[in-house]
Structures are given as structure tokens and as C-alpha cells.
């Protein structure tokens, strides 16, 4: 069942936490809210969840307005970057509490709570207490006990911050298997986009309590919105230019920005590290640099170079690729960009 | 080929003299004479002290109003807590320094200060005389002082704890399904249980011995308002050291008795949630 948030708003004093945010979530769906802190969206989970209210606007689920119920009659299930667990249950209690509040019957508890174990791996720890499981033990519980109730939303908040890249990592993919099997509506928050790429359909990239791209994550990486969108998504190189009637200049090279005519005016331009090329003899739109440091980076290698009046610049080109060309510091290269990205300074315009 | 084993924190071996010496000096020493005292009385004769109709008055008053005011502060103590530490609002700091005050006012001082206050004449004893109700010079109002005096014990053992839980807990319990009441009773309570046994604990201890408070609210008459601790003084200043021993010595083995079971109480309500 789509979830509809439908010109939604929050302040908190002067400060607005979410400015009119409209967005559809497809029922089934994973989708990551992804974006810097402060950027609302924590409050728009919690909004989802019944902790907070929004000052205006509606969330529509399955016909009825989600707004209308208290927490405790969402059907939602929450995740925490903490884990929040009842440190005086045992985790079979904890997985089975949203069951024992409802009443169930004990045999109902049992089979559900077992099945749960096996989901999460963790048959057998049913008697520990939370305080003697590991981190990524714990967040698997905290899982186990959201979705308990069965519910028709499962919220995460942050749900991997708290733990090591390693169990990270795991956790990552396995959230990925679990949503596959079981498809429940899903919607999680993380400010990492390399996490958020790896596990959702769909990313909606977030700023200052606004949504600024909405996109599978394929679509959001090659097409970015703004130039926001494409410095939040991974190290970019940015440099200064110039851009009039549709050619940009930077330095001595010029590129094209048909997006972008009219007079001259400043503007950026963003290249990737693996979209700049090296050369080791000069040729048309290249520029002049020295290699400055080489750091390797599992298969690719990363080459710092000193362009100049172009600045500082980083690289990163294949283990390969840098094997033939014999790179070493101090060594003079020359430079160019395969593809580039032109915003004019003041704001949104793209080539 | 050492057989001494090697720690990580050395020092274990001086520790534990200071501590055994130190405890023996302080406290044992003490209670021993006590019991050394009462031993000379000869079975029966203590037996005839420590049971006297007005000795067993005087046992009842004195457990009685402390077991009642130790529950009144394990919940009214819990609630301060909880304000102090759940809202913010002006004038937080204060009420937060007006917790400790029963722990720095001589207690003679705090006796005083209740009596007038309560008395028929009082702020607060004139409407309740006016409603029927007497106070000062009753089992209530010794109860009233002894609340007084254990009130911080309960809030101090509990703030920090309180301040411990996220507010996270409650959330993750409403979005489970969980009403208002069953947060409170499923996951607030059990949380805090270890802590509040704790600051229940030292409250009952507390006004167990608690003298100088009482005395001025309760009027001492023999076999109503009279509490162990200044039958103990009365005693004394009548040169009858074997009857106050005697007392003593009766009023040690309860509350020893009492304080042992609490901590087994509590060292379960703990063990249930921490690792073993």
C-alpha cells in the first residue's frame, strides 16, 4: 500500500525541520531517506511512526489518514540508531513484547517469537539479556522486535550508525535479503550514501527540510538535481570556471555547457575523481600537472596531482591502467576531464 | 615457580585488611559491646527487658511508621525523581537543590520546623483541625517526619538511573502497542525497580534510628507515641544501661534482619537484568 505524504511541515521554533515535503513510497518498497543532519529527515520518519506531529499537511496509507492514529494503532514497526531494548527482558520477552501487550495467546507468542529467532540468527540466545550481545546482536533483535506484530511499515532510523564497518556491511545485506523475502513497506533513514545505494530501490536525498531529488539510486548518481545533490554523493574534484554562451572555461580548458547560455558569469565545475583523465604526453584540452602522492585503494589507486593554477585535484584510475603508465611521484602528467559537470554559481542550471 | 597468583590491580591483599580492620573498628567494635553488654543480663532478664509491654509498643511504632514512611517515598520520591529529570522548566535547579535539604538540616531543627507547621496553631494544622484531623502528637505525625527526613534517599537513587533511560524505551514501547499504563507497568517500573529497592532501603534505615526529628512531633507518651530509639534515652537517663542495651540489641537484630532481606530483594531484581 503506497504511503502519500502530502505537503507535510515542521517547525521547531524558528527553524523548519520539514518545508512542505510531498512524497509517494511505494508499498513494498525500500526506500532510504538519505541526507546531512538537520536536513528533517529523522523528523519525517518520526512523523511516519506517530512520535512527532506534523504543524500542516496530511499522510495518507491505505484510505485513511495516518495522522488520525496514535502510535500505538499505526501497525509500524520502528527500528532505533540505539537499539532502545528493555534492558530487564531477556530477548525472547523483547521480541515478544508488541504480542504480549496485544494479548495473544501464549502458544501464538511462542511459535511467532521462534520464528523470529531463526530469522535473525539468533536461535538459542533466547534466554541472554541485551546486554551481554554484541552490537550487530543487538540491532537484529531490535529488527526481530519490530516486526513482531506483523506490521504494515517497518521504520529504521539510522538503524547501522552505531555499529563497526564490518557488521555494517553484514547487517547492510541482510536487511536486503529480509525486505526481499518479505516485502513490507520499508523506509529507512542513514546520512551514508554509499549505505543507502546498497540496500534501497529508491533514495530520496533530502536538505534543509526540503527533498531535493527523489530517484533509484543509478539516477540520482549519473543525473544529479543540483550541484548539492552531486557533492553529497561521494568525493567530487570542484573548480572554478567561467561560463558563457554555452562553452565553460576553466584555466585553459574550455568544455561545453549547453544548459548554461547568456553572458559570462561565474560558475563550478565538478568532475569526479575516476572521470579525470591522465595522459603522459600532452594533446588537445589537456592541461599541465605533477603527481603528488599515490595512495592504493583495494583495485583502484588514487592519484593526488597539483594542476596548478587548476589546484589540487584527485584521481583514481584502475590498478592496470596506473601499472602502464609507470605513475610515480613528482612525476609531470597531463590532465583532462571525460566528463564534467557545469553549475553556475547561483544555483541549479546542469550541463 | 611462584604459587602467588598475579592480578591485573594490585593490592588487593592491603585493601581488604583496611577494609576488615576499618569495618571492625566502626562497626563491629561497637555492636559487639552491645551484645557483650546484654550478655551479662543473663537470658531471662533480657527476655523481661526487651518484651515489656512498652518496649513492644514502642517496637511497633518505630517499624511500623518507618515501613510506612519508606513507602510513601519510594513512590512520592519516584515521582520527584522523574519530574526533576523528564521536564524542563524554571526554577528546576532549585526544587533540585530543595531534595538534599532534609540531608543537611539537623534533625532537631527539621522536628521543630514540622511541629510548628502541623500543630493545631500551624499553616497546616489549623485546616486539618478544623477537618477533624490531629497531627502532631500521633503515629501520623511521626510518620510525616520520617518522610521528611527519607524523602532524598529515594530521589537520589533514582535520578541518576532515570537519567540513565532514554526516552527512546518509551517511544519503542507505544509504536509496539504499548498504552500509556503498560509502559509504565511492563517497562518503566521493572527498570527502575533495582534502584528504587535501593533508595527504599536506605529511607527504612534511616528512620529506623531516626531520634532528634521525632521527638518533638510525637509527644512520647508511653505506649502510644513513644518510639524505640528515645525509650533508649529514657532509659539511659534512669542509669538503667541494662535495659537500654537490651533494647538496642533488639532493635539491631530487626533491622539487620530487615536490611538482609531487602538486599537479597534487590540483588534479584538486579541479577534479572544485568549479565551474570
Redesign the interface.
Given at each position: 500500500m503506497t504511503i502519500t505524504v502530502d505537503h507535510v511541515s515542521r517547525r521547531f521554533g524558528a527553524f523548519a525541520a520539514l518545508d512542505d515535503v510531498s512524497l509517494e513510497i511505494p508499498g513494498g518498497g525500500l526506500v532510504a531517506l538519505l541526507g546531512p543532519s538537520g536536513s528533517g529527515k529523522t523528523t519525517l520518519l518520526r512523523i511516519l511512526?506517530?512520535?512527532d506531529r506534523p504543524d500542516s499537511g496530511r499522510v495518507i496509507h491505505d484510505g485513511s489518514d495516518l495522522l488520525d492514529r496514535?502510535?500505538?494503532?499505526?501497525d509500524?514497526?520502528?527500528v532505533?540508531q540505539?537499539y532502545?531494548l528493555?534492558?530487564?527482558?531477556d530477548v525472547f520477552e523483547n521480541i515478544a513484547?508488541?504480542l504480549?501487550?496485544?494479548k495473544r495467546p501464549r502458544a501464538e507468542v511462542r511459535a511467532r517469537v521462534e520464528e523470529l529467532l531463526r530469522l535473525i540468527q539468533l536461535d538459542g540466545l533466547d534466554r541472554r539479556?541485551p546486554?551481554?550481545l554484541s552490537g550487530g546482536q543487538r540491532q537484529r533483535v531490535a529488527l526481530a522486535?519490530?516486526l513482531?506484530?506483523a506490521p504494515r511499515i517497518l521504520l529504521l532510523d539510522e538503524p547501522f550508525g552505531a555499529l563497526d564497518a564490518q557488521v555494517r556491511q553484514e547487517l547492510r545485506l541482510w536487511l536486503r535479503r529480509l525486505h526481499d523475502e518479505m516485502h513490507v513497506t520499508t523506509v529507512f533513514v542513514t546520512h551514508d550514501q554509499e549505505e543507502a545505494f546498497e540496500v534501497a530501490d529508491q533514495v530520496v536525498i533530502m536538505d534543509r527540510g526540503r527533498i531535493v531529488q527523489v530517484g533509484t539510486p543509478a539516477e540520482v548518481f549519473d543525473h544529479p538535481a543540483s550541484d548539492f545533490v552531486l557533492r553529497f554523493l561521494g568525493q567530487v574534484n570542484v573548480l572554478g570556471a567561467t561560463v558563457a554562451h554555452g562553452q565553460a572555461r576553466v584555466g585553459a580548458l574550455s568544455l561545453a555547457a549547453p544548459d548554461l547560455p547568456g553572458d559570462e558569469r561565474p560558475a563550478r565545475v565538478y568532475v569526479r575523481p575516476h572521470e579525470l583523465e591522465l595522459a603522459l604526453s600532452e594533446g588537445p584540452e589537456l592541461a599541465p600537472a605533477r603527481v603528488v602522492r599515490l595512495t592504493p585503494l583495494g583495485a583502484a589507486l588514487r592519484v593526488e596531482v597539483d594542476a596548478g593554477e587548476l589546484g589540487r585535484l584527485q584521481a583514481e584510475l584502475d590498478r592496470g591502467r596506473a601499472a602502464d603508465l609507470g605513475l610515480r611521484a613528482g612525476q609531470e602528467v597531463w590532465i583532462g576531464f571525460r566528463r564534467a559537470r557545469v553549475f553556475a554559481e547561483d544555483g541549479r542550471a546542469a550541463a | 615457580m611462584s604459587r602467588r597468583r598475579h592480578r591485573a590491580l594490585p593490592g588487593f591483599g592491603l585493601a581488604l585488611g583496611w577494609t576488615v580492620t576499618w569495618l571492625s573498628l566502626i562497626v563491629l567494635l561497637p555492636l559487639a559491646t552491645l551484645a557483650w553488654k546484654s550478655a551479662s543480663l543473663g537470658p531471662e532478664r533480657f527476655w523481661e527487658l526487651a518484651s515489656s509491654p512498652r518496649a513492644l509498643a514502642s517496637y511497633r511504632l518505630t517499624f511500623g511508621a518507618a515501613l510506612a514512611a519508606a513507602a510513601v517515598n519510594l513512590v512520592l520520591g519516584t515521582i520527584v525523581a522523574w519530574v526533576l529529570v523528564r521536564y524542563r522548566f524554571p526554577g528546576r535547579w532549585l526544587l533540585d537543590a530543595l531534595v538534599d535539604i532534609p540531608f543537611a538540616l539537623p534533625t532537631a531543627v527539621s522536628g521543630l520546623a514540622l511541629t510548628a507547621v502541623l500543630a493545631p496553631t500551624g499553616w497546616i494544622g489549623e485546616p486539618l483541625r478544623d477537618l477533624g484531623i490531629t497531627v502532631v502528637f500521633t503515629p501520623v505525625g511521626i510518620a510525616i517526619a520520617l518522610i521528611f527526613i527519607g524523602l532524598p534517599f529515594v530521589v537520589r537513587t533514582v535520578q541518576p538511573v532515570l537519567a540513565d533511560l532514554e526516552p527512546e524505551i518509551e517511544e519503542a514501547a507505544a509504536v509496539l502497542g504499548a498504552s500509556r499504563w503498560q509502559t509504565v507497568v511492563r517497562v518503566l517500573a521493572p527498570t527502575l525497580a533495582p534502584a528504587a529497592i535501593t533508595g527504599f532501603a536506605l529511607a527504612f534505615a534511616r528512620a529506623i534510628g531516626e531520634y532528634g526529628s521525632v521527638v518533638f512531633i510525637s509527644g512520647n507518651r508511653p505506649m502510644q507515641t513513644e518510639i524505640t530509639p528515645l525509650l533508649i534515652m529514657t532509659r539511659l537517663e534512669n542509669y538503667d544501661y541494662a535495659g537500654a542495651t537490651a533494647l538496642g540489641l533488639v532493635m539491631l537484630v530487626v533491622s539487620f534482619g530487615m536490611l538482609l532481606v531487602i538486599n537479597l530483594l534487590q540483588g534479584w531484581s538486579r541479577r534479572r537484568q544485568v549479565a551474570t
Open positions: 511512526a506517530g512520535l496514535p502510535a500505538r494503532e499505526r509500524v514497526g520502528l532505533f540505539h532502545a528493555f534492558r530487564h527482558l513484547f508488541a504480549r501487550v496485544r539479556m546486554s551481554q522486535r519490530a513482531a506484530a | -
